[in-house]
């Protein structure tokens, strides 16, 4: 089947900008998005891109899409303690059937 | 209040036995899902149904059922259930729409099979 994979962990000081890397195999995915799972919680949609867009910047958080690669990233710029989860990224197709990857554990450390 | 509600949070049981897992939704969403989670794995989608009438297979149902009984409900069952069918169980909704279908999840359920 199709897959999505990230890196399992990444740990960053505070302050410093954070990258999480996703790589999909799905070349008829029209969406991507990047899920955030805090502790004894659900995912939770932090952002998302349309496959026809190679960047989307919100605040903090920068996607940049290179959909001749198939790679998505998340930027986190000034990462802060309060980020530290585990990100999920995700892509779906017309179809809707959501896949995800096996999420990256981000530790910020002061 | 959640608008996407799991019981029970945490369950242990044993080997064989039967359980159900529930979930409930007020968000008025016509789809819903069920994930379990692994360590390394990510969400693994178990099954889905896309109204009251449509459920579906996901890519590992195998040793679960489920019933959708209402546009709001969607429970998940294990009919006998076995040790590697110990995980963090997820429910989530959503809406189509014309463009990205955002997944509402609820907190999670502990499952231990021992």
């Known amino acids: 089947g199709e897959d999505v994979e990230q890196s399992l962990f990444l740990s960053v000081r505070e302050g410093d900008s954070s990258v999480i890397n996703c790589t999909y195999t799905d070349s008829s995915s029209t969406y991507l998005y990047w899920y955030k799972q805090e502790p004894g919680a659900g995912l939770q949609l932090l952002t998302y891109i349309f496959s026809n867009m190679d960047m989307k910047q919100d605040q903090r958080l920068t996607v940049l899409l290179n959909k001749k690669d198939k790679h998505l990233s998340l930027r986190i710029a000034d990462t802060q303690t309060g980020d530290s989860a585990i990100y999920f990224c995700a892509e779906s197709s017309n179809n809707n059937d959501m896949r995800f990857g096996a999420g990256t554990r981000l530790t910020v450390k002061p | 209040d959640a608008d996407v509600t799991q019981t029970p949070r945490n369950r242990i049981t044993k080997t064989g036995k039967r359980i159900m897992l529930e979930c409930s939704q007020t968000k008025g969403h016509d789809r819903m899902y069920w994930y379990r989670q692994d360590p390394g794995l990510g969400l693994r989608l178990i099954y889905y149904s896309f109204d009251v009438k449509d459920i579906n297979k996901g890519e590992i149902s195998d040793g679960y059922s489920v019933s959708r009984q209402a546009q709001a409900k969607f429970s998940l069952s294990l009919e006998s259930a076995i040790p590697n069918q110990t995980a963090l169980y997820f429910c989530?909704?959503?809406?189509?729409?014309?463009?990205?279908?955002?997944?509402?999840f609820g907190p999670g359920t502990r499952l231990t099979v021992l």
């Open positions: 989530a909704t959503s809406q189509p729409g014309l463009g990205m279908d955002e997944q509402f």
